[in-house]
């Protein structure tokens, strides 16, 4: 119970914040020398941030139920459909990702890659664009980015935020894209994830434990995160990516 926790934690936090959530079930697990969770686990854990992205979103969420009437809602909805499309990928590569997960030095290396990514982008003028100026080579481009992140150690949030940055987007309203656009995404691969381990025996309690406890730290992470863009934007979070994933490779 005590390890669901843990991750749960985990999860919640690394999920939103630009660090890899994927990264940090490897890298925490082997700091701690303790067991990481499975990739199935993992999955399913994203449903407790898919929880918080929909709680803390939710007026806009709520808006797209207006799609017939409602321009802007359907707009949206198309954007999300576009953003999902290039997930479908992650499919053919889901034996490649599996190995690499087990592989702290991959982990490490892509942390700082994230971090990398995060810096060349904090060096681009800041953009003026919202998230109401998106159009679909935009969800087109943060959608490939998305699916990039499939990689651990590779942040979803960081490389999709990046990419809305590089896109014009200003730093909040890249968030407050990357987050919609990727609920799609992250619920197929819960749920899909979910459907397996219930066929495959159920899902231990102390997972449901580590799902609500992802979900509450995950909807205070996206708070934070959204604050901390406004005054400060990536290089923290880059700095940051960069020190632990060179730590893991000195280290682990």
């Not at 940055?165 to 799609?184: D, I, K, N, T, Y």
């Not at 979900?215 to 863009?229: D, K, Q, S």
Request: charged fraction near 10%.
């Amino acid at each position: 119970m005590l390890q669901a926790i843990v991750w749960g934690v985990v999860q919640g936090i690394t999920e939103f914040l630009p660090i890899s959530s994927d990264g940090h079930l490897v890298l925490v697990p082997a700091f701690l020398n303790i067991e990481q969770p499975t990739l199935a686990i993992t999955a399913v854990l994203h449903l407790g941030t898919l929880v918080a992205v929909i709680a803390y979103f939710r007026r806009d969420l709520a808006n797209l139920i207006h799609f017939r009437t409602d321009p802007a809602a359907r707009r949206m909805l198309v954007l999300m459909v576009i953003a999902t499309v290039p997930a479908f990928g992650a499919l053919l590569v889901e034996d490649v990702v599996t190995r690499l997960q087990q592989s702290v030095t991959a982990t490490a290396i892509f942390l700082m890659l994230t971090g990398v990514v995060m810096l060349i982008a904090s060096s681009f003028p800041r953009g003026t664009r919202t998230i109401d100026q998106a159009r679909p080579i935009d969800a087109a481009t943060i959608g490939i980015a998305q699916v990039l992140a499939i990689l651990p150690g590779l942040s979803r949030s960081g490389m999709t935020i990046s990419t809305g940055m590089g896109l014009g987007f200003g730093q909040v309203e890249a968030a407050r894209l990357s987050f919609l656009l990727g609920v799609p995404a992250v619920a197929g691969a819960g749920l899909l994830e979910l459907g397996k381990l219930a066929g495959a025996g159920g899902v231990p309690a102390s997972t449901w434990v580590g799902v609500a406890v992802a979900a509450i730290t995950g909807y205070l992470a996206i708070a934070v995160l959204l604050r901390l863009l406004a005054r400060t934007g990536l290089i923290g979070f880059a700095i940051y990516c960069l020190v632990v994933g060179a730590i893991a490779l000195l280290v682990l």
